[in-house]
């Protein structure tokens, strides 16, 4: 039994759909992830054909409408919360972040796109024929969405009704695997109000990618991406033209819960392997376990852990309920990707030498802390957002 396996039996928002879903992902991980992920860290990025494995397993599709093969009845947003949990348990955040890239990058077409782009895009992202990523951060603008220097001008000649892009896209997640980019350009004036988001197939002419190497993350391929006169047909335009901002907003909220859980979940398998190293390790001749220091700190990262799981769970039942605010998911990342630094470090602390060295979980997780606080949003960005949705001022 794991520790989210004891939680979720006293949490009243899980019931036993919710622990065969984290059987039935378990067993999964175990059986195509966890004797491979060493070796898809070291090379970079994940096998297209784990995408297909985890459609036909039911994980991509899970909470998506069933008419484009997805799995959505009789589940809710606990059971994706499940889904996070069981994947994060061979502390490789790079794992979720690549494989489960469609959770960012499909649900504004799903909201806003033309039933034909549906009809062309979901189905096969959701039986892992194809990968979709998201693009809207670029090299010179990070959280400063409204003001994206990407464009897309619209255009008509013999290909038909369509627009040119040109412009770029920085630290994009399955960027260098990735079919389709659900990007963010500037079809209108300047701010919000001239932002379009547009489906762009990544195998167009004037399309280049350069890989980036990076601290953590690692099997997830991460791309710098360069649009040279990039011609996408009128019909990929999602949603309105220059109504592009909402899409991009509404995805926040949901994104920014995942990465919370996230954080959860990599700080439980910090806090595993921290327990089984106390308990077993021998210093002045008993278990670190046996000295009060140590005791301390790990009951310090198991409180930590919990509130904010407790925290997480209350925002995952105000989704559902429709009383979700966005200012609670703004503060909700930085305490879950706070206490995951702490919590990371404690655990590296109790490890000792043991977490400098390549192999253990802790080490791993420990690089993988800054993209957490940073991605989706920085702390900055979000107290600030937060602040302003709660008490005003601009």
Same mark, same amino acid.
């Given at each position: 039994m794991t520790a989210f396996d004891a939680w979720r039996a006293r949490c009243p928002y899980y019931d036993e759909t919710h622990e065969a879903l984290a059987m039935s992902v378990r067993r999964f991980v175990a059986r195509e992830i966890a004797p491979h992920i060493d070796r898809w860290e070291a090379e970079g990025e994940l096998p297209r054909e784990l995408h297909r494995k985890a459609a036909e397993a039911g994980i991509l599709g899970l909470r998506y409408p069933e008419e484009y093969g997805g799995h959505s009845q009789g589940f809710d947003n606990f059971h994706s919360l499940v889904v996070t949990e069981e994947l994060a348990a061979v502390g490789a955040g790079g794992l979720g972040a690549s494989l489960m890239t469609h959770g960012i990058g499909l649900p504004p077409i799903l909201a806003l796109g033309s039933d034909e782009l549906k009809r062309r895009v979901a189905p096969r992202v959701l039986a892992g024929e194809k990968i979709i990523a998201l693009g809207i951060t670029e090299a010179g603008g990070g959280s400063d969405v409204a003001n994206l220097k990407t464009t897309a001008r619209r255009s008509s000649g013999p290909g038909g009704d369509?627009?040119?892009?040109?412009?770029?896209?920085?630290?994009?997640?399955?960027?260098?695997?990735?079919?389709?980019?659900?990007?963010?350009?500037?079809?209108?004036?300047?701010?919000?109000?001239?932002?379009?988001?547009?489906?762009?197939?990544?195998?167009?002419?004037?399309?280049?990618?350069?890989? !980036?190497?990076?601290?953590?993350? @690692?099997?997830?391929?991460?791309?710098?991406?360069? +649009?040279?006169?990039?011609? /996408?047909? *009128?019909?990929n335009l999602i949603g309105p033209e220059n109504g592009g901002f909402i899409g991009i907003v509404r995805n926040f909220n949901a994104e920014r819960l995942g990465m919370a859980m996230g954080c959860c979940a990599y700080a439980r398998v910090a806090m595993a392997e921290a327990v089984a190293w106390a308990q077993t390790r021998q210093t002045f001749g008993k278990p670190l376990?046996?000295?009060?220091?140590?005791?301390?700190?790990?009951?310090?990262?198991?409180?930590?852990?919990?509130?904010?799981?407790?925290?997480?769970? !209350?925002?995952?039942?105000?989704? @559902?309920?429709?009383?979700?605010?966005?200012?609670? +998911?703004?503060?909700?990342? /930085?305490? *879950?990707?706070?206490?995951?630094?702490?919590?990371?470090?404690e655990a590296a602390q109790v490890l000792g030498g043991a977490s400098y060295i390549t192999g253990s979980k802790v080490e791993r997780i420990?690089?993988?802390?800054?993209?957490?606080?940073?991605?989706?949003?920085?702390?900055?960005?979000?107290?600030?957002?937060?602040?302003?949705?709660?008490?005003?001022?601009r």
């Open positions: 369509h627009y040119v892009v040109d412009g770029g896209k920085m630290f994009i997640t399955s960027g260098m695997r990735a079919d389709w980019l659900t990007a963010a350009v500037r079809t209108g004036g300047p701010g919000a109000g001239g932002i379009s988001l547009l489906l762009i197939a990544m195998d167009s002419p004037g399309v280049s990618r350069t890989r !980036l190497d990076k601290m953590g993350w @690692r099997c997830s391929d991460t791309a710098a991406i360069h +649009f040279d006169g990039v011609r /996408v047909p *009128a019909s376990v046996g000295h009060q220091s140590i005791r301390i700190k790990l009951a310090d990262m198991e409180r930590q852990i919990e509130a904010t799981q407790a925290w997480v769970d !209350l925002c995952a039942w105000q989704v @559902r309920e429709g009383k979700d605010r966005p200012a609670d +998911f703004a503060m909700l990342k /930085v305490q *879950a990707t706070r206490m995951l630094e702490a919590v990371a470090r420990y690089r993988e802390v800054r993209v957490n606080a940073i991605g989706g949003g920085s702390e900055e960005i979000m107290l600030d957002l937060a602040g302003r949705q709660l008490f005003g001022g």
